[in-house]
């Protein structure tokens, strides 16, 4: 069992439960808006972090759980560029506090330090280092 690879996977289901919330968020806002192209794009918002949560969370639960090198690069490619984007356009213009707009990438490099760990302790074993 590698405990740090089942961390990672806990930790990415996490971020995905918590992005889960801010979808429902994000979807609420766009609900006070009049019909439109902002209205749309708030939506599609909605939309895009409802689908990295659950992309996150499917592969966490079936591949980083079991240490898949498949399932580590899947979730640091897509994971990574969704809290990138957000860290670049939202949270360092400061349209939200780092108090709570922070919690998500914490999660996102709390997962990846755990999954990175993961795969190199697996590393280590193959190699018998």
């Keep these: 069992m590698n405990l740090y690879a ?13 992005h889960i919330q801010a ?5 609420a806002l766009g609900q006070t808006l009049e019909p439109g192209i902002v209205q749309g794009r708030i939506y599609q918002d909605a939309w895009n972090l409802l689908f990295f949560a ?8 079936t591949l980083n759980w079991k240490n898949s090198r498949l399932g580590y690069w899947l ?12 860290i670049v356009t939202i949270l360092m213009p400061g349209y939200v506090p780092l108090v709570p707009g922070g ?27």
């Design 6 to 18: 089942k961390l990672g996977a806990v930790t990415y289901v996490l971020w995905g439960l918590l």
């Design 75 to 86: 979730n640091l490619v897509v994971i990574s560029a969704g809290d990138i984007g957000f």
């Design 23 to 27: 979808a429902r968020f994000v979807y």
């Design 54 to 61: 659950l992309f996150g969370i499917a592969v966490a639960i």
């Design 103 to 129: 919690i998500g990438p914490l999660l996102w490099i709390v997962a990846l330090v755990f999954s990175t760990l993961g795969i190199r302790a697996s590393s280590r074993e193959a190699t018998g280092a």
